[in-house]
């Protein structure tokens, strides 16, 4: 099995991840690789907000702003930024093109996002990728400084594998149920 394959077989999701996170160093080359994405036109539509720090907090109170909750339950969405010490958002950047429609710069930027969780967890680092329906709402748009013509995809939650990680257990498909062939 070539190296490629088997990561790919082999990623998994990091519900947990301990405190430790990559820095920024560590981060630039791994953003470079992943940047080899397919990207019809050379567009680049897409770009990364690192969140560290005060910022995770910030982020929580944009959800709980976004969800109008008060009280215990304000609290514990307000912390689900906090379940990692990086958060990487994947942001779709949008430019006028001809030739390339928003939903392929939108794939493009996908395309980055599935890139750097592999070389993340290639590095050693925990990963899972999050949405939600709060990932479009405005005051979390606000917070992340969209532009026009952005839309946040998710984030990357980063952070060390704990000791105590089981295997993943993925049952594999059944391909006849997703490949087909046009007729002849």
Same mark, same amino acid.
């Not at 430790?20 to 080899?36: F, H, N, S, T, Y």
């Not at 609290?75 to 430019?95: E, N, Q, Y």
């Given at each position: ?8 077989a ?10 430790d ?10 953003i470079?690789?992943?940047?080899r ?13 690192e969140?560290?720090g ?10 709980v702003?976004?969800?109008g ?12 930024? !906090?379940?990692?010490? !990086?958060?990487?958002?994947l942001?779709?950047s ?8 928003? &939903?392929?710069?939108d794939?493009a930027?996908?395309g980055v996002?599935?890139? !750097?969780?592999?070389? !993340?967890?290639?590095a050693? &680092?925990?990963?899972m &990728?999050?949405?939600g ?9 606000q917070?992340?400084?969209?532009a026009a ?5 998710? &984030?990357?939650?980063v ?24 007729p002849?």
């Amino acid at each position: 099995m070539s190296a490629v394959l088997d990561a790919i077989a082999s990623r998994r999701s990091y519900s947990v991840v301990t405190t430790d996170a990559p820095g920024r160093d560590e981060l630039v080359p791994l953003i470079q690789a992943a940047a080899r994405a397919s990207d019809h036109g050379a567009l680049r539509p897409w770009r990364i907000i690192e969140l560290r720090g005060d910022a995770r907090a910030a982020l929580g109170d944009a959800f709980v702003t976004a969800a109008g909750l008060e009280g215990p339950a304000a609290v514990k969405l307000a912390g689900k930024p !906090l379940r990692a010490s !990086l958060l990487l958002a994947l942001v779709a950047s949008r430019g006028p093109s001809h030739k390339v429609p928003a &939903w392929e710069q939108d794939a493009a930027a996908a395309g980055v996002a599935h890139f !750097l969780g592999l070389l !993340l967890e290639d590095a050693g &680092w925990g990963v899972m &990728w999050r949405t939600g329906g709060h990932t479009r709402a405005e005051p979390v748009r606000q917070v992340h400084g969209l532009a026009a013509g952005e839309e946040l995809l998710g &984030w990357l939650y980063v952070g060390g594998i704990p000791e105590t990680t089981k295997p993943a257990v993925r049952q594999p498909v059944d391909v006849d149920d997703y490949l087909s062939a046009l007729p002849a």
